[in-house]
């Protein structure tokens, strides 16, 4: 099953920002947090991942929160094509890499 | 450029039928994933392998079959044991560092 907590959708006005929360309240010390987001019909795309300190790179940024129970996923400026289904997904074996995916958020940005 | 390829990217078969999906890299990736997906719902795993002739089962392996015999493919074949195989299936691969799995672009396979 999977290990982390998300709304099924959301808004987001064309432009604003977009704040993806996700829930991991029993992720482990060594435990990554990655973001993928996946347009209809396609392969899922990576966005970004961290451990405990915030991240940032040309897609998004990244918010863990200090107990590290907790993350954001932030698209500074929305725009009509990132309009997707979000996953967060914490990494499942850590001997190896299988990634457990949950049902995702809809963000849905409207103009 | 680096990718994943998967073929075909539609896919139809008959009830009572084996059907084959490819998947492709040039990522020299030594992990090899396949998920099922279907509509509206996440993506669940079928089969994935670490290394080459090797390979174990995800959670819905019943009724799919895989090999790896080489470091950039990873087949999987449906067989005529899945009793619901009408879904859309992506092949993923990952480096072995902390970096993002790549995805193919998906078959869309379906039973008439």
């Known amino acids: 099953d999977a290990k982390t907590t998300q709304p099924p959708s959301m808004d987001c006005a064309e432009g604003r920002a977009a704040n993806l929360p996700c829930n991991h309240s029993t992720i482990s010390g060594n435990e990554y947090v990655y973001w993928y987001r996946q347009i209809h019909s396609q392969g899922p795309q990576y966005i970004i991942h961290?451990?405990?300190n915030n991240e940032t790179n040309e897609m998004a940024s990244l918010i863990i929160t200090e107990d590290r129970k907790s993350s954001t996923l932030i698209l500074p400026h929305a725009t009509l094509r990132d309009t997707a289904v979000y996953y967060c997904?914490?990494?499942?074996?850590?001997?190896?890499?299988?990634?457990?995916f949950g049902a995702g958020t809809i963000l849905r940005v409207k103009s | 450029d680096g990718g994943i390829t998967q073929s075909p990217k539609y896919l139809f078969r008959k009830e009572g039928q084996n059907v084959t999906l490819s998947c492709e890299q040039n990522?020299?990736?030594?992990?090899m994933y396949w998920y099922r997906q279907d509509p509206g719902q996440g993506l669940r795993l079928i089969y994935y392998s670490q290394i080459v002739n090797d390979f174990q089962k995800g959670d819905i392996a019943e009724g799919y079959s895989v090999s790896r015999e080489k470091k950039e493919s990873f087949p999987l074949t449906v067989t005529s044991a899945q009793k619901n195989p009408t879904a859309f299936y992506l092949c993923?691969?990952?480096?072995?560092?902390?970096?993002?799995?790549?995805f193919g672009s998906g078959t869309r396979l379906t039973v008439v």
């Open positions: 961290g451990l405990k």
């Open positions: 997904i914490v990494r499942d074996d850590p001997y190896g890499n299988k990634l457990v």
């Open positions: 990522l020299n990736h030594d992990a």
């Open positions: 993923a691969s990952f480096s072995g560092q902390n970096y993002g799995y790549t």
